[in-house]
């Protein structure tokens, strides 16, 4: 456990690295920051406007942060505190910044601080409570979380301003050490909001902590949200590091030296000591509440769902803070530059590195509306054996469990013997389970687990149901045919089957199945609703849509 040592208790300690403010006139010096000084809506122009370069057929390299002195909102209310997008990796240019070094360089930085990570220094002093505001100087329309100017990310479809540029901090409540995440949070009220924990393979690290302390009893979780902070603090929330990592120590790591921190004023929590704004609560453990909808990575809206509620303790501020907010919809986005420029050396290191891979040149992820890590490319020496392309495949797919599909080239072009078989095995293992999807009832009340299985355990399900129904048939030849009786029964067992499944004329899922052939044109028949969903409408197989 790192934590910071007790002759570091200064008032005033140097720092070695850059603030937010520092970092964004470096910027201006070297022309990537445009400041907007016009009235700009944050409910339905700011986030668009910026979104359009990334969207908008531009290439990466003419991107710039921009910054918006004078906010307003749908209502006409004014701001004094101005909203930079952009900021921390509009491109990568941008991204080298704040990182300190050129592109070639920042996967051995990222590899030093990692190996040698410094622990944080405490200051009794920080620029972070210059204004507090707590208790009942909360309440109020314009005294909490409203006096600040938070956007919406995707207008028309979101509920509420929300928080996307965080670093959430919480506190593992056995081993006392921090995790530091970025998780969106939906304003609620002046002295609430709902944070969006995202869970991935094993669980985030702030998700693990609101576990570990439901599991203790405890009714509330101390969090701290940290809104604008030095650039090498704010790359570690996107940054998946192992669980039980302080980021802290990560962050000293690449700046060379420790970054200072100072406690919160009203939670048992250390918060960085240049922040522009902290938000301070506690998450309550025995209840959720609804959340979304929200613009998501995918190009998708992600639909209401529960999340955890934070009460609202303490806000402070600079006396002149800048609120960062990311672009964090379809990629191309801001968060998506900054983890592609994390995560393709640390892909490369671990094939090349890790599973002694060597013909491995690089490793690209795709980002245009996939995600990042659902394509992969993966380019090899030209000649490589077929077996290092193989290792190099799973040990790409193996890295992270949610990674999609890798593409392997050599020599700078595709291997066309590879790439054509890799084909065949993607369209045979998209053919059974788009005949799975279309198959019987019983099928169709498979548990929630089995439908999102992947495609090759979806293809594994079908081979053995129709092997069983192979069987069958053999059996049902040998035994030549069935004795009327039986057969007056399997015929008046099939007319109550279809009875149960008649759907009453009004309901919701007779009024979906409408929807759905006026919509899509897809016979009712061919369509995945049936009455045995009960409060579920289900859409109709993908592969059976057709658009207007």
Same mark, same amino acid.
């Given at each position: 456990?790192?934590?910071?040592?007790?002759?570091?208790?200064?008032?005033?300690?140097?720092?070695?690295?850059?603030?937010?403010?520092?970092?964004?006139?470096?910027?201006?010096?070297?022309?990537?920051?445009?400041?907007?000084?016009?009235?700009?809506?944050?409910?339905?122009?700011?986030?668009?406007?910026?979104?359009?370069?990334?969207?908008?057929?531009?290439?990466?390299?003419?991107?710039?942060?921009?910054?918006?002195?004078?906010?307003?909102?749908?209502?006409?209310?004014?701001?004094?505190?101005?909203?930079?997008?952009?900021?921390?990796?509009?491109? /990568?240019?941008?991204?080298?910044?704040?990182?300190?070094?050129?592109?070639?360089?920042?996967?051995?930085?990222?590899?030093?601080?990692?190996?040698?990570?410094?622990?944080?220094?405490?200051?009794?002093?920080?620029?972070?409570? *210059?204004? #507090?505001?707590?208790?009942?100087?909360?309440?109020?329309?314009?005294?909490?979380?409203?006096?600040?100017?938070?956007?919406?990310?995707?207008?028309?479809?979101?509920?509420?301003?929300?928080?996307?540029?965080?670093?959430?901090?919480?506190?593992?409540?056995?081993?006392?050490?921090?995790?530091? &995440?970025?998780?969106?949070?939906?304003?609620?009220?002046?002295?609430?909001? #709902?944070?969006?924990?995202?869970?991935?393979?094993?669980?985030?690290?702030?998700?693990?902590?609101?576990?570990?302390?439901?599991?203790?009893?405890?009714?509330?979780?101390?969090?701290?949200?940290?809104?604008?902070?030095?650039?090498?603090?704010?790359?570690?929330?996107?940054?998946?590091?192992?669980?039980?990592?302080?980021?802290?120590?990560?962050?000293?790591?690449?700046?060379?030296?420790?970054?200072?921190?100072?406690?919160?004023?009203?939670?048992?929590?250390?918060?960085?000591?240049?922040?522009?704004?902290?938000?301070?609560?506690?998450?309550?453990?025995?209840?959720?509440?609804? *959340?979304?909808?929200?613009?998501?990575?995918?190009?998708?809206?992600?639909?209401?769902?529960?999340?955890?509620?934070?009460?609202?303790?303490?806000?402070?501020?600079?006396?002149?803070?800048?609120?960062?907010?990311?672009?964090?919809?379809?990629?191309?986005?801001?968060?998506?530059?900054?983890?592609?420029?994390?995560?393709?050396?640390?892909?490369?290191?671990?094939?090349?590195?890790?599973?002694?891979?060597?013909?491995?040149?690089?490793?690209?992820?795709?980002?245009?509306?996939?995600?990042?890590?659902?394509?992969?490319?993966?380019?090899?020496?030209?000649?490589?054996?077929?077996?290092?392309?193989?290792?190099?495949?799973?040990?790409?797919?193996?890295?992270?469990?949610?990674? &999609?599909?890798? /593409?392997?080239?050599?020599? &700078?072009?595709?291997?066309?013997?590879?790439?054509?078989?890799?084909?065949?095995?993607?369209?045979?293992?998209?053919?059974?389970?788009?005949?799975?999807?279309?198959?019987?009832?019983?099928?169709?009340?498979?548990?929630?687990?089995?439908?999102?299985?992947?495609?090759?355990?979806?293809?594994?399900?079908?081979?053995?149901?129709?092997?069983?129904?192979?069987?069958?048939?053999?059996?049902?030849?040998?035994?030549?045919?069935?004795?009327?009786?039986?057969?007056?029964?399997?015929?008046?067992?099939?007319?109550?089957?279809?009875?149960?499944?008649?759907?009453?004329?009004?309901?919701?899922?007779?009024?979906? /199945?409408?929807?759905?052939?006026?919509?899509?044109?897809?016979?009712?028949?061919?369509?995945?609703?049936?009455? /045995?969903?009960?409060?579920? #409408?289900?859409?109709?197989?993908?592969?059976?849509?057709?658009?207007?």
């Amino acid at each position: 456990m790192n934590l910071p040592s007790a002759p570091d208790l200064v008032a005033d300690a140097k720092r070695g690295y850059p603030d937010l403010h520092e970092h964004l006139e470096e910027l201006k010096k070297r022309g990537l920051l445009l400041t907007i000084d016009r009235p700009v809506d944050k409910d339905s122009e700011l986030h668009p406007l910026v979104r359009w370069q990334f969207v908008g057929g531009m290439d990466e390299a003419e991107r710039r942060a921009f910054l918006f002195t004078n906010i307003t909102d749908g209502r006409g209310r004014k701001y004094d505190i101005p909203v930079v997008v952009g900021a921390i990796a509009a491109n /990568r240019a941008i991204y080298s910044v704040g990182m300190g070094a050129p592109l070639s360089e920042i996967q051995a930085k990222w590899d030093r601080a990692i190996a040698h990570p410094i622990p944080p220094r405490s200051v009794e002093r920080a620029v972070c409570h *210059e204004v #507090v505001h707590e208790g009942e100087a909360l309440q109020g329309e314009g005294n909490g979380l409203d006096r600040l100017p938070i956007p919406i990310s995707t207008p028309g479809f979101d509920s509420a301003p929300t928080l996307t540029a965080t670093n959430v901090i919480t506190r593992d409540p056995e081993t006392g050490v921090q995790n530091m &995440g970025t998780y969106r949070a939906a304003l609620k009220a002046p002295d609430r909001l #709902v944070v969006r924990m995202a869970t991935r393979v094993g669980g985030a690290g702030g998700y693990l902590h609101y576990v570990k302390y439901q599991k203790l009893g405890k009714k509330t979780m101390p969090c701290a949200i940290v809104l604008g902070c030095p650039p090498y603090v704010a790359f570690m929330g996107p940054q998946k590091l192992p669980v039980g990592v302080d980021e802290f120590t990560v962050a000293g790591g690449l700046a060379g030296s420790p970054i200072n921190v100072v406690k919160a004023k009203t939670v048992d929590l250390l918060i960085p000591a240049e922040s522009e704004v902290v938000i301070e609560g506690l998450i309550d453990t025995e209840y959720c509440e609804p *959340e979304a909808p929200f613009g998501e990575s995918h190009g998708h809206v992600a639909l209401e769902e529960f999340n955890m509620p934070m009460r609202i303790t303490a806000i402070t501020h600079r006396k002149n803070p800048i609120i960062p907010s990311y672009i964090s919809q379809v990629t191309p986005s801001e968060s998506s530059v900054i983890k592609r420029v994390a995560y393709e050396p640390l892909y490369l290191a671990h094939l090349r590195e890790a599973l002694g891979i060597r013909a491995v040149k690089r490793v690209s992820l795709h980002e245009p509306l996939t995600g990042l890590l659902r394509v992969q490319v993966i380019t090899l020496e030209k000649g490589a054996p077929r077996t290092e392309v193989w290792r190099a495949l799973y040990g790409a797919a193996c890295f992270k469990a949610d990674m &999609g599909q890798a /593409r392997a080239r050599a020599g &700078g072009g595709f291997d066309a013997a590879y790439g054509r078989d890799h084909e065949r095995r993607h369209a045979a293992a998209r053919a059974a389970q788009a005949r799975i999807h279309g198959a019987r009832e019983e099928t169709l009340g498979r548990p929630r687990a089995a439908q999102a299985a992947p495609a090759s355990a979806l293809a594994r399900l079908f081979a053995r149901r129709l092997a069983a129904a192979v069987g069958r048939g053999r059996e049902a030849r040998r035994r030549g045919p069935l004795p009327r009786e039986r057969q007056d029964q399997r015929e008046a067992e099939q007319e109550r089957r279809q009875a149960r499944n008649q759907v009453p004329a009004g309901s919701r899922v007779a009024t979906a /199945r409408v929807t759905i052939e006026r919509l899509f044109r897809v016979p009712a028949k061919n369509s995945c609703i049936t009455s /045995r969903c009960r409060g579920t #409408v289900a859409a109709a197989p993908l592969h059976s849509l057709r658009p207007l």
